[in-house]
């Protein structure tokens, strides 16, 4: 294990909360570790392979070789390790990486009698070994029950939970002796503040280091609510900001632009940023859109998320029709993907707004071809999309700031 870096994967059967319990953890590490937490899943969407692999799981491609499906999730996985998790796990800040499935998945999912587990591991022996890879053992009961709530689709290998939980037994004993990977088990069954906590004690034990000075916070104070969604009239503006940061008057002086390095106020800006609620900084996102010259239409009613209808006029009087979607949780690029398909067939490009630091976006997105839920069903490609984070709208805060100031100044001579 890394004395700097620390690499936690998160597995369990369909419904035992591995998503819930990896923000969780993640929101409570990110106290302690601002910034340093990277949260990511598998198949990871954004990757080579990611969006062939979520057609097949969500029964869109139903023909496949499962030995292909293997070598895709194998693939999947180095291009996962090759941008997203060895470059954040190869930095010197000590930084976290937890991820929602890895390669014990693919042994428990692609294994089968002519293509046992030694040969899934195989496929798979240049991925990163985990420095703690947690299970989370929960009774079928209760995994049913969890997936009732979802109000989603069942994928593929959402079935057979005894068969399932049989061979992650088989998978897990089999990774010990075979690849001396550290896993641990963790009762699951409880409410999710006692499940990280479980994890937290693992994770300290592990690696004394990362123990903070004072204990986490709880997580009714973690999970704090926030607005769901955005109040449609008087929207929060980038000149609300400007006037309620006092950009100007904070970091120019009455004669000279501001002579500090600009990333170091960028990030100043953008911690200041960090601190508004949803509704500002939704409002903040759409006013951004508009900026770049794309009008922001009305409220699209496809989703529980806040999701608004775009135009933008190319020459010759082309228009093209998109979509701004705005993700309150961090990190949730999978969101992207599960909900493009409910996007009615207009969109020819997507702006997403994703909070927390930019070192955590994931910036690569395929342009694969989905089926839209529409009836009769209609066929496109992923919309062009174009992330934007609280960097993004800080630098275009100190962008209209310098702006204005070069006009005041150009005015007075």
Known sequence: MSNKSLFIVIEGLDGSGKS???RHLANLLDIEYHGRVKLTFEPHDPSCAGLFIRQVLMKKIRKFSPRVLALAFATNRLDHC????????DSENGNIVICDRYYLSSLVYQSSGDFPFQSVLEL???????DIIFFLNVSNKICYERMKVRNEAKELFEKNLSETRQKYKEAIAFLREHNSDNIIEIDASGEIDDVANQMLDEIYRLNPKFKPHQPLLSRSLVDKPRVTSLNGQNLYTLENALTELNIVEHYFDQTNPVESDRQTIIQEIESRIDTFEFNKLGGLFL???QIQGIKVLEKLPWTELDAYELEYTMPGDILLRGVGLIIQEKQRYDVIMKKAPEIPKMSDFM???????PELVTHYYERDKIVYDTEPKQQGLFPSTQLVTQKDLATKLL???ETGRQKSADTLT
Do not use: L, Q, T
Not at 82 to 89: L, Q
Not at 124 to 130: D, G, I, Q, S, Y
Not at 351 to 357: D, E, H
């Open 351 to 357: 702006y997403v707004f994703s909070p927390g630091p």
């Open 399 to 401: 962008e209209i700031a």
């Open 20 to 22: 819930s319990v990896s």
């Open 82 to 89: 090759d941008r997203e998790i060895d470059p954040w796990m």
């Open 124 to 130: 798979n022996e240049k991925a990163r070994v985990p």
């Open 287 to 289: 006013d951004y859109i």
